[in-house]
């Protein structure tokens, strides 16, 4: 079983809709990130947080650690969007490595 | 200011073949990661630096991959005797600090094993 697991693997949805994906993790960490991966490999950091919730424009991220989960949101998705977003976690104990979940692709569509 | 900046973009070897590939980082930051990502599948971790010191490594899938960072800056990931599971992305990322900080993504090489 993988340390860093999400859900879906893939989610389509229309223009406009409320998007969630999730990420849950089975070890003990120091902070969680989101990242957003473009067509062409670049990777591009959207949050990083430790605790609580953190917004920047249509974004959200929420974590709770005594579940060992985190959500990602999207409001009035766009076709803009559509990218991989990878979960990312840095261990306890450990160096700073992330952990990466598989990812999940967003596809919007107009 | 520039980004982390990768070279080459994209590397095409045939098996047994020797590759060099190459990571200039921001600036200033101390630390800088490789991870690999296989096709379809999240990066995972193969080596990180702070400044010239390699302090881990447990992430290199055999003795043919040798990474180093001699003056603390540029680093380079080196793949001796290339075989066709080497073909992935190579990520190199880069953090200001030693501590728990957002790091920045270099664009990646693609490497395919022929």
């Known amino acids: 079983k993988n340390e860093v697991e999400q859900s879906p693997q893939n989610l389509t949805a229309q223009e406009g809709e409320f998007i969630t994906i999730n990420c849950s993790y089975s070890?003990?960490?120091?902070?969680l990130h989101w990242l957003q991966q473009h067509p062409g490999g670049g990777i591009v950091s959207l949050f990083m947080?430790?605790?609580g919730k953190k917004k920047h424009g249509r974004l959200i991220a929420t974590i709770n650690i005594q579940e060992k989960h985190s959500s990602l949101h999207i409001t009035a998705s766009h076709p803009r969007d559509s990218a991989v977003y990878i979960c990312?976690?840095?261990?306890?104990?450990?160096?700073?490595?992330?952990?990466f979940g598989k990812g999940t692709k967003l596809t919007v569509n107009p | 200011g520039a980004g982390v900046s990768q070279s080459p973009r994209y590397k095409v070897a045939k098996r047994g073949q020797d590759v060099a590939l190459r990571c200039d980082p921001i600036?200033?930051?101390?630390?800088l990661f490789w991870y690999q990502q296989a096709l379809g599948q999240g990066p995972e971790f193969l080596t990180y630096?702070?400044?010239?010191?390699?302090?881990?490594k447990s992430g290199l899938p055999s003795d043919r991959f040798f990474a180093e960072r001699p003056e603390g800056s540029v680093s380079t990931l080196k793949i001796q005797r290339t075989q066709q599971e080497d073909s992935a992305v190579y990520l190199c990322?880069?953090?200001?600090?030693?501590?728990?900080?957002?790091?920045?993504f270099g664009p990646g090489t693609r490497l395919t094993v022929l």
């Open positions: 990322a880069s953090s200001f600090r030693r501590s728990y900080n957002e790091q920045f």
């Open positions: 070890v003990g960490i120091s902070a």
């Open positions: 947080l430790s605790s």
């Open positions: 990312a976690v840095i261990t306890q104990g450990g160096s700073e490595k992330l952990v």
């Open positions: 600036s200033g930051h101390v630390s």
């Open positions: 630096f702070q400044n010239e010191a390699q302090l881990d």
